[in-house]
C-alpha cells in the first residue's frame, strides 16, 4: 500500500500502471523475504511468545533450510523484477531494507529498546521505492512521505508493544514498555510522536505534494490520535493503549487515500493550493504551476505542440 501511495503521488497526472505493477510485485517479494528472515532469526523467541507461539517454524510445520531458501530467493526476485522494470534506485532500496531488516533490526531487538527506531526506518523505505521507480531519483517529496511512515510507525508500535510487554519480556526483547513498568516514558513518548504527524504531515502541502484538503484532514487526524496518546499518558491501562492502537491504524490509510485523491504538482513551487490568496493571484483560477510529470531518469517528456 505505501508502496503505491508513494508511486502514485510521484506521478499525479499520468501513472504508467505497468510499472507500477511490477514496482509492487518487487515491492512485495522483497517484503515476504524480510518477514521469512525475521522469523527463522527469530525461532526460538517466538516460540515463548504467545503471540508468535503458533508461526510455522516454532511449531515445527515447516524447517528452517527451506525458509532460508525461499526467503533468500524471494529477496533475488525482488531486486531482479525491481532492476528490471522500475531501475536501480528503487531495487537498490528494497534490497537494501530486508538487509537492514534481518542483519540490523531483528538483531538489535534483544539488545536495546533503540531498535523501534531502525524497524521504523524500515517500514519507511517502501514509498521511497515507489517514489524512485516513478521519478528515478530521491526528491524531497520522497523524504516527506518516508518520514510521515517513519513518525507514525512510533506511537503505533508503541501502543502495541504495551499490549504485549509481558509477553516480549517472556521472549527477550528489549521493547521499550517492557522496560517501563510504570509506563510513563512510553506514553509520552506516544504522545509527543503523535504530536510530530500533524507538521510532518502538513510538509506534504507545503511541498505541493497534496493540497488544502488534505491539510486540513491530516490535522485533524494526528489531532485525533494526539488526543487518545494523552488519554493514555492519563490513564496508562491496556483498553487506552488498545485504543491508541487501533486509531493508529485508521489514521494511516485514511491519510494516504486523501493524500492520493488530493496530490498535485510534484513541486515546492506549487506551494498550498491557495497560494493565490497569499500572492494576490486569481484564488478562482487553476493553480499555478511550473511544475512538469516527473519522468523516470533516461527518459525525456515529449515536445510541446507550437
Known amino acids: 500500500m505505501t508502496t503505491g501511495v508513494g508511486a502514485v503521488v510521484a506521478a499525479p497526472s499520468a ?11 518487487g515491492t512485495a517479494a522483497s517484503a515476504a523475504s524480510a518477514s521469512m528472515f525475521n522469523q527463522l532469526l527469530e525461532r526460538r523467541r517466538d516460540a515463548l511468545m504467545q503471540r508468535t507461539a503458533a508461526r510455522p517454524l516454532p511449531q515445527r510445520r515447516v524447517g528452517p533450510l527451506p525458509v532460508f531458501a525461499l526467503a533468500c530467493a524471494l529477496a533475488y526476485a525482488g531486486w531482479a523484477l525491481l532492476v528490471w522494470k522500475a531501475g536501480w534506485i528503487p531495487a537498490a532500496l528494497a534490497t537494501g531494507n530486508v538487509l537492514v531488516y534481518a542483519l540490523l533490526y531483528t538483531p538489535l531487538k534483544p539488545l536495546t529498546s533503540l531498535n523501534t527506531l531502525v524497524g521504523a526506518v524500515c517500514g519507511a523505505v517502501p514509498p521511497m521505492v515507489g517514489w524512485t521507480a516513478m521519478t528515478g531519483s530521491l526528491d524531497a517529496g520522497a523524504w516527506v512521505v518516508a518520514g510521515i511512515l517513519f513518525v507514525w510507525q512510533l506511537p503505533h508500535f508503541m501502543a502495541l508493544a504495551w499490549l504485549y510487554r509481558e509477553d516480549y519480556g517472556r521472549g ?22 503523535s504530536l510530530t504527524l500533524v507538521p510532518m504531515a502538513l510538509l506534504a502541502t507545503l511541498q505541493g505534494l497534496a493540497g488544502i484538503v488534505f491539510a486540513l484532514c491530516a490535522t485533524l487526524l494526528g489531532l485525533w490520535l494526539s488526543w487518545e496518546s494523552l488519554r493514555f499518558l492519563r490513564a496508562r491501562t491496556d483498553a487506552m493503549a488498545r485504543r491508541v492502537f487501533l486509531v493508529s491504524i485508521v489514521y494511516l490509510p485514511l491519510l494516504l487515500l486523501v493524500m492520493v485523491l488530493d496530490r498535485g504538482p510534484v513541486s515546492p513551487a506549487a506551494g498550498v493550493r491557495l497560494r493565490g490568496v497569499v500572492d494576490g493571484g486569481d484564488v478562482a483560477g487553476p493553480p499555478r504551476s511550473n511544475a512538469e510529470p516527473r519522468m523516470p531518469s533516461g527518459q525525456t517528456a515529449p515536445a510541446s505542440a507550437p
Do not use: E, Y
Not at 176 to 191: E, F, I, K, V, W
Open 15 to 25: 501513472i504508467p500502471w505497468d510499472r507500477l505493477g511490477w514496482t509492487l510485485l
Open 172 to 193: 527477550g526483547f528489549v521493547m521499550l514498555p517492557a522496560r517501563d513498568p510504570s509506563g510513563n516514558l512510553t506514553a509520552q513518548t506516544m504522545l509527543l510522536t
